[in-house]
């Protein structure tokens, strides 16, 4: 038997430092003057540009203020708005010798669990945050939360001067620099342990397989709190000397022409994003819009995050061909925040290279190529390892690897690989700690993903775990399933599904659930997709796109009780369900509006007939005091209407009102108003 396995000895042992605190000191002195991040405000014009030392000696004042008030080692919770701020924290936190944890700040007045979450996990010593963020947590609820984990230090008070007074923490390569909060779960989220040394070994496996330099330009507009964001774009950049340019994500959704533009305008020789980000730019994009632009400066766009997509991969090519794209600029990526961030890439200067799985063998864990004219799944290799690292495809009930030919799970150990989840030694044991059964060759990260090797490259299938992901973001199936299961009277509590398919190349969120046997008679099926569409956005943060409501007993479970979601996944697509109810999202359809006035009934009129044109939904049904996201409105579709809305009227409406729980007459209430200091002579 021949086993699936990939390994790198391509580990120079030799790196520009040998923790973060002797690289951004050395990268300073090195580079001085030099542009390390140009933040756009609005996408497009400079709000600010700043230097390495700037950067350096500003991160040595925040950390001559942790030293004063903590000690090394100390956890600090960081609650900061995409921007330098954010920035300089966390390389104040790496001067001082103490943990980063990057987390969302809470909604105002609203508590967030994930929040309360990670506050309550990672036991913070102090919380690093703005002066607005701090006003923001005093008005929240936490009386659940221990009085010392609330020591705050604001940024603004921290007075740059202080620099002189840093001394170096003299850290090892085995110290904590980062607690990387997995996302998706809200009940129970896992703080990955990065170490200085992780963190060193993966920067520099992406220069390795990126081909980075110091004339690396990142264009960038991920979240600072995403692994890619994060450690691909703010951070390797210092690493290798090189500049960001940065925007926020939102405006990237509302205008992702403004991404494209950055690259065209300042050269921008390396960007990405997960796959879905790329379908956007081409259905929002016009072609003639496209043609203007001048991709050719790139050198990598990389695709990672969520599963990379044949189809996208030659839209997105097809569509900016005039911009001088080349599919060469494609590079396909695969990695996981367990491993700080990336664990394959492939060659940089190669077109990207695709497997077409017969979709038959691939339902029962087989890698064989499609015979000409059969049904065929497109699979994209996601390159190899780098640096030392290693990878196995291994079958996960047996823990033996895996022979040719055969799917199983991706298992991967190398430098790169984490210390572990903070505080969780059991899960800790289970993931990180795991070894082939026989040999006892170890110790292995288990990935939860699934894929085979062919031709020396890496291909993902699947996942063995239940995790949903979509738009580049983790859902866990079981936080989705307790916010449906909860959220009406009518739904029995333990019998839910949810579940993602790829249909139509693209990824949907399905959800089952079952009512109760009291109800099956009279129920209101609207009210309660209501329901669940509000429960499973203000929770999650995500939309369902099919919701089936059946009898009981139609969700599948082990002798245990546990949710067969996979089983579930089959019994869906074969359509053997008995189902008394069911809802299925729109997709998306372009809306012409029409002059209609500034009165606010016309106002709320128009907004009621856009919310149904693009929903395909009766404006009658539409209840101006519920909130938009009741009726199927996502992050993109609100930001579209915030668009729409502020080019029909001439006005500047923030988007944030548009991402929060507003209902019509909210956003009415706050649109008049806009209107009417618009100019002296509008009339309402």
Known sequence: MSAQYLTSENDPKAYPAGDMVSLLLKNAEKFGEKALYIFLDDGENESLRISYSDVVNKAKAVAAELQKQGSKGD???????????????????????????????????????????????????????????????????LTDVKQDKLNMITYEAIDVEQADDWIDPGVSKNDIVLLQYTSGSTGTPKGIMVSHGNMIHNLECIKQSFGFDENMIVVNWLPNFHDMGLIGNLIQPAYVGGSV???????????????????????????????????????????????????????????????????????????????????????PCYGMAETVLIITGGDYKANPVYFNA?????????AIQADEGAEGRYLTAIGFPWMGMSVMIVNPETRQASPVGEIGEIWAKGGSVAQGYWNKPEETKNTFHAYLEGTNDGPWLR????????????????????????????????????????????????????????????E?????????????????????????????????????????????????????????????????????????????????????????????????????????????????????????????????????????????????????????????????????????????????
């Open 508 to 684: 949907k969120l399905i959800i089952i659930q079952e009512v109760e046997r009291a109800y099956m008679r009279d129920f209101d099926a609207d009210e309660i997709f209501e329901s669940i569409r509000n429960a499973v956005f203000a929770d999650q943060g995500i939309q369902p796109d099919i919701i089936l409501l059946t009898k009981m007993g139609s969700i599948k479970k082990t002798s245990s009780g546990k949710t067969q979601r996979f089983a579930m996944r089959t019994v869906w697509k074969n359509k053997e369900l008995d189902v008394l109810a069911s809802w299925e999202k729109k997709a998306d359809k372009e809306y012409i509006s029409s002059a209609i006035g500034f009165r606010p009934e016309f106002l709320r009129e128009w907004m009621i007939n856009w919310m149904a044109q693009k929903l395909e939904l009766d404006p009658g049904k539409i209840d101006a005091d519920k909130p938009i996201s009741a009726y199927g409105l996502d992050s993109i579709t609100a930001v579209s209407l915030e668009r729409d809305v502020n080019k029909q009227f001439g006005i500047e409406w923030p988007i944030e009102s548009f991402l929060k729980d507003n209902s019509v007459n909210r956003l009415v209430e706050e649109g008049i108003v806009l209107l009417r200091n618009k100019t002296p002579n509008s009339k309402l």
């Open 447 to 506: 990935t939860g993903d699934l894929g085979f090797i062919y031709d020396g490259q890496l291909y993902v299938s699947g996942r063995l775990k239940d995790l949903i992901i979509m738009r580049g973001s983790n859902f866990f199936p079981n936080d989705i399933e307790h916010s449906v299961e909860n959220c009406h009277e009518a739904l029995r509590k333990n019998a839910s599904a949810a579940f993602s398919m790829d249909i139509n190349d693209e």
């Open 75 to 141: 956890h600090i919770l960081l609650l900061f708005p995409a921007g330098i701020e954010f920035v300089i924290s966390l390389y104040g936190c790496f001067l001082a010798g103490m943990v980063a944890i990057p987390a969302y700040p809470p909604r105002r007045k609203k508590v967030d669990p994930r929040f309360m979450s990670i506050l309550q996990d990672a036991n913070p010593s102090f919380i690093l945050a703005t002066q607005q963020i701090h006003k923001d947590l005093s008005q929240l609820d």
């Open 245 to 331: 340019v940065t925007m926020t994500p939102i405006r990237f959704i509302q205008e992702p022409l403004k991404w494209l533009k950055s690259i065209t305008r300042y050269k921008g020789t390396c960007s990405g994003a997960p796959n879905f980000a790329y379908d956007y730019c081409v259905d929002k994009i016009p072609a003639e819009e496209a043609g203007i632009l001048d991709l050719s400066s790139i050198t990598v766009l990389f695709n990672g995050s969520e599963p990379v997509r044949k189809n996208t991969i030659e839209r997105f090519h097809k569509h900016f061909k005039e911009a001088k794209f080349s599919a060469k600029q494609f590079f």
């Open 358 to 366: 017969d979709a038959k063998a691939i339902e029962h864990n087989k």
